[in-house]
């Protein structure tokens, strides 16, 4: 969590600061796009290497990775030469730290608990990192204007520490899929990819998270956008923002492990897909700040119960042996998310953030919608078997 919470901050500030120096809400969103972009190209590596090798190894190597380029980037600020090329380069290689070890992050659960543990470990787990997405950012929004930016850079860089520590500190997890990821990397990723699509319920899970990625996911890069130019708060009013968001995030985790198997899935994600919809939507056309702080409540919630229940029943219905190939997968998907802001950060620069976002945020619900008509017409036809 401390990680994620960490990273998710370098996001929001590195956003603040290119705003500062281009003034392009084009140049905000490539930041998240420069650090997604090697998800499309590493995370099924990723996926592979977590039921090769030893996950905790991997994740280890990862974190020291992103706390050594946050010190790094911490010190260009210190010494007052950060230029665009500066953040997005860290952000690309943080992108491709992340990509290699996610699957091994998320996959290592499966070892430390048992089998009657698994949906609450894997609920917990989903709802750390959803929640460190809008958390990280509300800290940091809420330390900016107290800190300024490169000390709340060097506060981000210090909360990698910790999970430093406690990996380390971990047991040596030993897990089946060692042993039965046989043959070549290419020919796993290819296993990977056949079981996921091979699966209806699999299928319709990617093409929910999907629709949630391009479309509210990307909502975080342009919030500087909003906060200095549509809302007129600047900095302090930012933090504000993000800390609503993360505070909707955090009451929608919670929420989303208590409420347990007693609502199906596929319901659970229409409701959260189109009130995320909704209120991202209405938080773009609001010109009132204590209703977009609000809505961006709202949409936090939504978006971060939505993810967590995509996640939870993705390693549930996936076995072991093959679970760190198919996590790869969805995080393949994640990793679309620059097409998202990129095309939220070009609309924005064409005819507003405000209509940009409104117009994205419908397309999404139209989405939604129809992955789950489909859903519920095809999978009755299917004989999945779930693990």
């Not at 470990?121 to 490169?150: D, F, H, K, R």
């Amino acid at each position: 969590f401390t990680t994620f919470t960490g990273f998710n901050m370098q996001m929001l500030i590195r956003g603040w600061v290119m705003y500062d120096l281009t003034h392009s809400p084009f140049m905000v969103t490539m930041v998240t796009a420069a650090m997604m972009m090697p998800m499309l190209f590493l995370s099924l590596i990723g996926g592979a290497m977590a039921d090769r090798v030893d996950r905790k190894t991997v994740t280890i190597v990862s974190d020291v990775s992103l706390l050594i380029s946050f010190l790094g980037l911490f010190a260009i600020s210190v010494a007052g030469i950060m230029a665009p090329w500066h953040i997005l380069s860290v952000s690309m290689i943080n992108g491709i730290a992340f990509s290699l070890a996610v699957s091994s992050r998320q996959s290592l659960i499966s070892g430390l608990v048992h089998r009657e543990q698994l949906r609450t470990a894997v609920g917990l787990s989903a709802t750390t990192y959803n929640s460190a997405q809008i958390i990280g950012p509300a800290i940091g929004g809420a330390m900016l204007p107290l800190l300024g930016p490169t000390w709340t850079l060097g506060t981000s860089a210090i909360l990698v520490i910790p999970a430093v520590i406690l990996y380390s500190s971990l047991e040596p997890i030993k897990h089946t899929s060692v042993n039965s990821a046989q043959g070549s990397i290419i020919e796993n990723v290819k296993a990977g990819l056949s079981y996921t699509f091979k699966m209806s319920s699999l299928r319709f899970l990617m093409l929910g998270a999907m629709v949630m990625i391009l479309t509210v996911g990307p909502f975080q890069s342009l919030m500087p956008v909003f906060a200095e130019d549509v809302l007129n708060v600047g900095a302090g009013g930012l933090g504000v923002l993000m800390l609503a968001a993360g505070v909707g995030a955090l009451i929608g985790s919670i929420s989303v492990v208590a409420i347990g198997d007693s609502v199906g899935h596929e319901k659970l994600e229409l409701i959260f897909g189109l009130s995320a919809a909704a209120a991202l939507a209405s938080f773009a056309l609001s010109p009132w700040y204590p209703l977009s702080i609000v809505m961006v409540g709202i949409t936090g919630f939504s978006a971060t119960s939505f993810m967590v229940v995509n996640m939870t029943v993705v390693q549930l219905s996936t076995p072991d042996y093959i679970r760190g190939r198919v996590v790869s997968v969805r995080f393949l998907v994640i990793g679309l998310m620059p097409l998202g802001a990129l095309t939220m950060g070009f609309a924005a620069e064409s005819f507003g953030a405000p209509a940009a976002v409104a117009i994205i945020a419908g397309i999404g619900a139209v989405g939604f919608t129809l992955v789950q008509i489909a859903s519920r017409i095809l999978q009755p036809a299917q004989t999945d078997t779930k693990s």
